[in-house]
T-cell receptor
Framework: AQSVTQPDIHITVSEGASLELRCNYSYGATPYLFWYVQSPGQGLQLLLKYFSGDTLVQGIKGFEAEFKRSQSSFNLRKPSVHWSDAAEYFCAVGHAGGTSYGKLTFGQGTILTVHP | DTEVTQTPKHLVMGMTNKKSLKCEQHMGHRAMYWYKQKAKKPPELMFVYSYEKLSINESVPSRFSPECPNSSLLNLHLHALQPEDSALYLC?????????????FGPGTRLTVT
């Protein structure tokens, strides 16, 4: 069964510092992978996605993520964090077939706190 | 425009009430979704509509009744809810239901059942 693990429940960084949020997935074929961000009480906003091709994908707000098949990982990075990046981040895998066709499986989320 | 709208933003209802949540998108997407999200948890899929037909029901209690009147509109009818149904209800849409189509989410309806 497909699953997504975000090992870090809560991460705190200083403004201007670099950021890496970890995501590991379990999936039988080439996965469709996504990162979403959610501010408190709001909906989810898509940051970036990976379907195939170049393993380093660029997203909005200066975020990027790297797909590493050998490590079953899709970690999210940003070189310099801004206070407005404080939010909850979800990694997700999209189901390509079977009875779960169209379903997203989410990780448990990582809450990012940014110190001034 | 990648906007999904949801109304109302907040809803308080008693356990004997009947209410409805509404979701709308004008991106020409053919798949629409309802999710339930409890505090500090990821969204949980409830229903998927593909080309206006219900394709996935994640064993949701019958007190939740989805409806897709047309390709742009998705409703969730609520009846005889329980306090544990209080949550943020999110609607999403995508071009199709292939795992490769990204889902766009609305801002959600914060539901409180008293």
């Amino acid at each position: 069964a497909q699953s997504v693990t975000q090992p870090d429940i809560h991460i705190t960084v200083s403004e201007g510092a670099s950021l890496e949020l970890r995501c590991n997935y379990s999936y039988g074929a080439t996965p469709y992978l996504f990162w979403y961000v959610q501010s408190p009480g709001q909906g989810l906003q898509l940051l970036l996605k990976y379907f195939s091709g170049d393993t380093l994908v660029q997203g909005i707000k200066g975020f990027e993520a790297e797909f590493k098949r050998s490590q079953s990982s899709f970690n999210l990075r940003k070189p310099s964090v801004h206070w407005s990046d404080a939010a909850e981040y979800f990694c997700a895998v999209g189901h390509a077939g079977g009875t779960s066709y169209g379903k997203l499986t989410f990780g448990q989320g990582t809450i990012l706190t940014v110190h001034p | 425009d990648t906007e999904v709208t949801q109304t109302p933003k907040h809803l308080v209802m008693g356990m004997t009430n009947k209410k409805s949540l509404k979701c709308e998108q004008h991106m020409g997407h053919r798949a629409m979704y309802w999710y339930k999200q409890k505090a500090k948890k990821p969204p949980e899929l409830m229903f998927v509509y593909s080309y206006e037909k219900l394709s996935i029901n994640e064993s949701v209690p019958s007190r939740f009744s989805p409806e897709c009147p047309n390709s742009s509109l998705l409703n969730l009818h609520l009846h005889a809810l329980q306090p544990e149904d209080s949550a943020l209800y999110l609607c999403a849409s995508s071009q199709g239901t292939s795992g490769g189509f990204e889902q766009y989410f609305g801002p959600g309806t914060r539901l409180t059942v008293t």
